[in-house]
């Protein structure tokens, strides 16, 4: 009686097709697709070798639903996205906490500029979602202090030059094991110039983890 008074006053929206939702925000068609997005082990690092990171994680592939799921949800509407992704990844972070010992989850943040075009920073609301778990989480340590180019816009080369000195760290807390969120993983220089940061600062080991992770 609850979920049918929820669909007719809330009407949940499919994240992946905007049509109407049936199950953790998704209609039965996108939720099957995104089943075969899915990395097998998302507790296990993936395939990429990234500076300053001790090991990447992700959820999903950055294909077909899910990479439709991550572009409407930083572009159009957050909401369908957000409302589901504790129950949709929570248990894969809390797995990647457990194995590596991670004392605190930070984001991957954006320009304030950035802002003025997307209405929110994707990996803010993430960390925040997260803290609801009693996650220990901090939105301020990191800052992005200078305004870069678009990451795809760029070469390989140029995407780490477009990132150097582009992060802060803001707080004094020594010898953690951190965690990285943010919602793709390409190239892994956003999270591997955060890292080197968080390193400089004095953290021990960083980790990334991204909801999806763009291997093509």
Known sequence: MNNLIKQLFFIPKCKGCQRLANENNLCTECKNKLLKCRISNPAKPIHLNVKNINSSFASYHYRDVARKIIKYAKFKNPAPFLNSFIDDISIDILQIMK????DIIVQSPCHKTKLYKQEISLPDEMVKRLSI????????CVKKIRKTAQQHNLSIEKRKINLVNAFEIQDNVKDQNVLIIDDVITTGNTVSEIAKELKLAGRKNVYAWAYTFNDK
């Open 99 to 102: 194995e590596n010992n991670i």
């Open 133 to 140: 778990l009693g996650l220990k989480t901090n939105l301020s």
